[in-house]
């Protein structure tokens, strides 16, 4: 597919990959349309047809760039001593767990579980489903550090904490409410610019330059990057 310099038919291959995988799952890890319930050797056999993440690898070295890809957990995974009682954990590992059995062989794959530090203080917001500004500056750095980049260490640069934080929960579920949660504020300065019409975390294309910063980073990413954004971008 490189070779052949054509991104439509590369694009329309990588989808199909992606829908195939995620049919099988459905088919084999659960049972559905008459198949076996497989769930951990489903996980298995589903993951094994899909190479899409391997593909991407070998395109990123193949451009002289290396690749870093990470799961950010989600917070049940983190806290699920917070969960409701009558909550009932799925038999057999989670999807996270498969997925990290899978990529743990890889260079390119770096276990976020694993990097944070409970220890330094709360990683994730109580009102919101993502990690807050501390637990995205353990996720940088160690997303650094596989890269073999320097980086400023913005925790080791100091912080202090302030109730500004609106969460998505307290936005969906009481929209009329004004309940804040606590947001960590990094003492290190701000020093980038955005270079594309920003307007907020959720655009689909954003660009940023540092006149002080040093080579450039792509990053695909979901709504945990939000915070992560002017980290990378610093």
Not at 146 to 162: A, C, F, M, Q, V
Not at 195 to 200: A, D, G, L, Q, V
Request: hydrophobic share 40%; aromatic share 12%.
């Amino acid at each position: 597919l490189r070779a052949i310099h054509d991104v439509k038919i590369s694009v329309v291959v990588y989808t199909t990959a992606c829908l195939t995988n995620l049919v099988l799952n459905w088919v084999l890890i659960y049972g559905n349309l008459g198949a076996p319930r497989l769930e951990v050797a489903g996980a298995a056999i589903a993951t094994a047809i899909s190479k899409t993440v391997d593909l991407i690898d070998e395109y990123a070295e193949s451009q002289g760039a290396e690749f870093v890809f990470m799961i950010a957990p989600n917070k049940n995974s983190v806290y699920p001593e917070n969960m409701p009682y009558y909550y009932t954990p799925a038999n057999g590992n989670t999807n996270l767990e498969n997925l990290n059995a899978a990529l743990s062989d890889k260079d390119y794959y770096l276990d976020i579980i694993s990097t944070l530090d409970l220890s330094q203080g709360q990683v994730y917001h109580k009102t919101d489903t993502h990690w807050n500004n501390l637990g995205a500056a353990q996720c940088y750095n160690a997303m650094m550090n596989g890269l073999s980049l320097p980086h400023t260490n913005y925790i080791e640069g100091g912080y202090k904490e302030d109730t500004i934080w609106q969460g998505d929960l307290t936005t969906m579920m009481l929209p009329n409410e004004e309940i804040y949660d606590a947001q960590i504020i990094f003492n290190t300065p701000t020093e980038y610019e955005y270079i594309s019409k920003f307007r907020t975390e959720e655009d689909l294309n954003i660009e940023t330059y540092n006149e002080d910063g040093t080579g450039n980073i792509l990053v695909y990413r979901d709504s945990f990057c939000n915070a992560l954004l002017p980290l990378i971008a610093n």
